[in-house]
């Protein structure tokens, strides 16, 4: 089985600029969820989509963050303006519906450095 | 807010000695609790599980201890060894449908196995 696959692996911008990441979820997987690590710190939910929907957006900085789940299988994370305390790695997860244990997978991440 | 602590940031072992996790949480509305491992470059990879009502799981040389009363868990590696190096992460999910899935992590221990 392909695991969670996420585009690209590392994102230098500078601040201000806007950067886009990729996820493709696992085949079949309804929902998922976008994670940001920050060095030193465990991964904190960003949103959590249920299909093509948004279920949970609370911890999302909605004025530069914003996230889509198109057809309900690839997703796409975006951040304008990036700002520096933005620097972190971007996981994306998937799993078979919104049960913690149902095939819970995260992809590599994407490292972004804002400068 | 929901918080999970985790403790000690970091963790020195000898090889084939014991290592030891410890995680508080504060919301009783968890009813899962996974532990993660993750290496660098890698997202976190389930290790273990468990339920409120179970006081241990036990899979291979990873155990978890859970008391409920004390709203406190912890990891247990029996025989560690240099492959276990890496970073692990406490986990817990919150109980209801429009909760089911999100993890809430602990800050992570950096373990160290030395040979």
């Known amino acids: 089985e392909a695991g969670v696959a996420q585009s690209p692996r590392y994102k230098i911008i500078e601040k201000r600029q806007s950067v886009a990441f990729w996820c493709n979820p696992i085949?079949?997987?309804?929902?998922l969820y976008w994670y940001q690590q920050i060095l030193g710190q465990g991964p904190k939910l960003l949103i959590q989509?249920?299909?093509?929907?948004?279920?949970?957006d609370s911890q999302l900085p909605k004025d530069r963050f914003s996230a889509e789940r198109l057809k309900g299988v690839d997703s796409t994370l975006k951040i304008q303006p990036a700002k520096l305390e933005d620097s972190a790695v971007y996981l994306c997860?998937?799993?078979?519906?919104?049960?913690?244990?149902?095939?819970?997978?995260f992809g590599s991440g994407t490292r972004l450095t804002v400068v | 807010q929901q918080q999970v602590k985790q403790s000690p940031q970091s963790l020195i072992v000898q090889k084939g000695g014991i290592s030891i996790i410890n995680c508080a949480y504060e919301?009783?509305?968890?009813?899962?609790f996974p532990w993660y491992q993750q290496f660098p470059g890698k997202g976190p990879a389930l290790l273990i599980a468990?339920?409120?009502?179970?006081s241990e799981k036990k899979e291979g040389r990873f155990t978890i201890s859970f008391n409920k009363s004390a709203k406190q868990f912890s990891l247990h590696i029996m025989d560690s060894q240099p492959g276990d190096s890496a970073t692990y992460f406490c986990?817990?999910?919150?109980?209801?449908?429009?909760?089911?899935?999100?993890?809430?992590f602990g800050q992570g221990t950096e373990l160290s196995v030395k040979p």
């Open positions: 919301n009783t509305a968890f009813d899962y």
């Open positions: 997860a998937s799993s078979l519906n919104a049960v913690p244990n149902y095939g819970y997978t």
């Open positions: 989509f249920q299909n093509n929907g948004v279920v949970d």
């Open positions: 085949s079949g997987h309804a929902t």
């Open positions: 986990a817990a999910s919150p109980q209801g449908y429009n909760q089911g899935g999100k993890l809430i």
């Open positions: 468990i339920r409120p009502d179970v």
